[in-house]
């Protein structure tokens, strides 16, 4: 039986996915992880991050492997006294890219150097989860990962995914006379929150992981083309119950509404919109144990999906990295009233 207590804590493999086959969306011509922020290549910020998180072990990243090796070693990164970065030539799929470099984390042979077959490695690491994060955020910072990995409750789940609120992303609105960013949202009974890039998965624990290259086949649901199509594909899954398209439909009539300003109708619906409920819906999708954590930091919900996005990150990089530093500092240090009465103590 596998081991219950596994803590990803402990020793955890990150997989940064930079693949850009399939149904890939490049900005700009460009893989956004090798597109630069302050001169820059986005992974390079993200791979920064990882460096500095203390759960992190190994770091694995997926995608064009020749050009993301040069990206990184002009970069300096991966060098002596750093972190061990492993890179791994990209599959035609993001499916393909997560399962494959997923089985990279794992010893390929036994004792005897014979290659250990899939059932040998499902029996002796089911209970082994991965951090696995998109490679364009170039905002994402390591205080913000230890916020996820600490928020997942993997004693109870195997998939946690990482969600960001609005109140998180507020300051990273337009305002007169400043360039910004403005994300949509679900509309959830006690909150509005965005999927952010992070995921903290048991990967052999999912039963049906070609559910979620569906997702991502049709991820932008702010389109009704996507989400109707989407919505086609789910309703012929075995899975799915009438409550759950009930839901599905009402997150994005509420998305709509939401924009209406002082629509009641909006606030009523939302009452059907329970978060848990909805992880459960997903959850029994994949045949999994899912769960779904907040961050507050707002740079993982900040990824690069288009030239404007590019731009306006590029231009309000610093200002917004010390916008995240400010909070994190206003959390972790104690108030200076506090410090000064302990320095009188003799």
Same mark, same amino acid.
């Given at each position: 039986?596998?081991?219950?207590?596994?803590?990803?804590?402990?020793?955890?493999?990150?997989?940064?996915?930079?693949?850009?086959?399939?149904?890939?969306?490049?900005?700009?011509?460009?893989?956004?992880?090798?597109?630069?922020?302050?001169?820059?290549?986005?992974?390079?910020?993200?791979?920064?991050?990882?460096?500095?998180?203390?759960?992190?072990?190994?770091?694995?990243?997926?995608?064009?492997?020749?050009?993301?090796?040069?990206?990184?070693?002009?970069?300096?990164?991966?060098?002596?006294?750093?972190?061990?970065?492993?890179?791994?030539?990209?599959?035609?799929?993001?499916?393909?890219?997560?399962?494959?470099?997923?089985?990279?984390?794992?010893?390929?042979?036994?004792?005897?150097?014979?290659?250990?077959?899939?059932?040998?490695?499902?029996?002796?690491?089911?209970?082994?989860?991965?951090?696995?994060?998109?490679?364009?955020?170039?905002?994402?910072?390591?205080?913000?990962?230890?916020?996820?990995?600490?928020?997942?409750?993997?004693?109870?789940?195997?998939?946690?995914?990482?969600?960001?609120?609005?109140?998180?992303?507020?300051?990273?609105?337009?305002?007169?006379?400043?360039?910004?960013?403005?994300?949509?949202?679900?509309?959830?009974?006690?909150?509005?929150?965005?999927?952010?890039?992070?995921?903290?998965?048991?990967?052999?624990?999912?039963?049906?992981?070609?559910?979620?290259?569906?997702?991502?086949?049709?991820?932008?649901?702010?389109?009704?083309?996507?989400? #109707?199509?989407?919505? %086609?594909? =789910?309703?012929?899954? !075995?899975?799915?119950? /009438?409550?759950?398209?009930? @839901?599905?439909? &009402? #997150?994005?009539?509420? %998305?709509? =509404?939401?924009?209406? !300003?002082?629509?009641? /109708?909006?606030?009523?619906? @939302?009452?059907? &919109?329970?978060?848990?409920?909805?992880?459960?819906?997903?959850?029994?999708?994949?045949?999994?144990?899912?769960?779904?954590?907040?961050?507050?930091?707002?740079?993982?919900?900040?990824?690069?999906?288009?030239?404007?996005?590019?731009?306006?990150?590029?231009?309000?990089?610093?200002?917004?990295?010390?916008?995240?530093?400010?909070?994190?500092?206003?959390?972790?240090?104690?108030?200076?009233?506090?410090?000064?009465?302990?320095?009188?103590?003799?």
């Amino acid at each position: 039986m596998p081991d219950e207590r596994n803590d990803p804590k402990e020793t955890l493999d990150a997989v940064v996915l930079a693949g850009d086959r399939g149904a890939y969306k490049p900005v700009c011509g460009e893989n956004k992880a090798l597109l630069q922020i302050e001169g820059i290549p986005v992974i390079a910020h993200v791979i920064s991050a990882l460096q500095r998180c203390r759960y992190v072990t190994r770091i694995f990243v997926v995608g064009p492997r020749e050009r993301i090796l040069e990206a990184l070693e002009t970069e300096g990164i991966g060098g002596k006294g750093q972190k061990e970065v492993i890179v791994v030539e990209q599959w035609t799929s993001l499916m393909d890219n997560g399962w494959n470099t997923f089985l990279a984390t794992l010893p390929a042979q036994g004792p005897d150097g014979a290659a250990l077959p899939e059932e040998t490695l499902r029996a002796r690491y089911e209970g082994k989860a991965v951090l696995f994060l998109g490679s364009d955020m170039p905002l994402l910072t390591h205080y913000e990962l230890e916020e996820f990995i600490e928020g997942c409750d993997m004693q109870r789940y195997d998939y946690v995914a990482g969600t960001t609120p609005e109140e998180a992303l507020k300051p990273y609105y337009p305002e007169k006379g400043t360039p910004g960013i403005r994300l949509a949202y679900f509309y959830l009974k006690d909150s509005l929150e965005r999927q952010n890039n992070l995921h903290m998965i048991r990967v052999f624990r999912v039963i049906n992981p070609q559910y979620g290259q569906l997702m991502y086949r049709f991820r932008y649901q702010t389109k009704w083309k996507n989400m #109707l199509l989407l919505l %086609r594909e =789910l309703l012929s899954l !075995p899975e799915l119950t /009438l409550g759950m398209v009930f @839901r599905f439909c &009402l #997150l994005h009539v509420c %998305r709509v =509404l939401g924009r209406i !300003p002082w629509m009641p /109708l909006n606030r009523l619906l @939302r009452r059907f &919109l329970d978060k848990d409920k909805v992880a459960e819906d997903i959850g029994a999708i994949l045949e999994t144990r899912f769960a779904m954590t907040t961050t507050t930091y707002g740079g993982a919900a900040l990824d690069v999906d288009d030239k404007e996005q590019l731009a306006v990150i590029g231009s309000r990089f610093h200002r917004w990295r010390a916008l995240q530093e400010d909070l994190y500092n206003r959390r972790t240090q104690p108030p200076a009233a506090l410090v000064d009465e302990k320095q009188a103590i003799p």
